[in-house]
DNA sequence: TTGACGAACAATAATAATTATCGTTTACTA
DNA sequence: TAGTAAACGATAATTATTATTGTTCGTCAA
């Protein structure tokens, strides 16, 4: 009797491939760690998981496979991290354009944005303050800087 | 001739009354110099504009008079800070609700924002990739906690 | 299957961001 | 104007993140 191998470390591999990724095993066990992460976890947290399947494994490795992952989609930024703090003074109602790549945060209107927020009562007895809308993408400079 | 005193102070002055603060120099400075930065500084930003006019002003003050207006509603943080990144692996559209007294993150449909960003091309070229939602206010929890 | 090579890794030092501590000064109130 | 609590400055401590470097591993071609 013969069984092929790799059978649950297919899809992983494809996934690897296919966003020009190696396929360690520090890198699939952080990916099946999250998996059974339902909330919304720091480094320090999927490190604590990920350090029980793999002793061994640095956090610097953690950090560095959680920003490639980011950067090639396979997992999400919850809001947008600015690696510190920024406040504004402006009570003007507005939102903000965030660039994923470069940061740079930029204002922009509400009516400008197409959206009608409806304050209301939300899911769990929440209750709303106001809404914070970042638009992610690609500032114009970025756009100019990845063509030529 | 008779010039009544703290001309340009009173609305400082009122402001802090209002919030239930001491009016303190260092405070007002802070507020006087948040109204020249129209962009999204950080605190060592702040600081140093801060620094210009009170050369012995501590960081640690900056720090915490920049988290007092910002939780008495004087000064608005940009995104949500949550003092470390925060990732997930859920690709399911949904956005989020965050506790601005407590930092708690709760999923939330997109049908259930009664909010519609619609994607479109935005002022300055920007390209947008995706809308984050962040509903800001208060968990159920912190609600009752509150109360009593 | 194997060997070369570049990518990824672990260990750890370094840096950046934020908070805590504590003795001194200041603003508010009577 | 004096008493008192709050705020401040100095600085240590903590937390978060990144950089460095020598070693190991995954990929790919033979
Ligand atoms: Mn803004
Ligand atoms: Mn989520
Ligand atoms: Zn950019
Ligand atoms: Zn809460």
Do not use: W
Request: contains cysteine; hydrophobic residues 35%; positive net charge.
């Amino acid at each position: 009797m013969h069984v092929s191998p790799n059978v649950e470390t297919r899809p992983f591999r494809k996934l690897c491939a296919d966003h020009g990724l190696a396929a360690t095993h520090q890198r699939q066990v952080l990916y099946e760690v999250m998996q059974t992460m339902p909330g919304h976890p720091s480094p320090e947290e999927v490190y604590a998981r990920v350090k029980k399947r793999i002793p061994a494994i640095s956090l610097a490795t953690v950090y560095k496979n959680i920003h490639l992952f980011v950067e090639r989609g396979v997992l999400k930024e919850v809001s947008m991290h600015h690696g510190s703090l920024r406040v504004e003074l402006n009570s003007h109602l507005h939102h903000h354009m965030v660039c994923s790549h470069c940061k740079a945060i930029t204002d922009i209107e509400e009516k400008d944005l197409g959206v009608l927020p409806t304050l209301q009562r939300l899911p769990g007895g929440f209750q709303v303050e106001r809404y914070a809308i970042d638009v992610i993408g690609i500032c114009a400079a970025c756009q100019k800087a990845k063509r030529g």
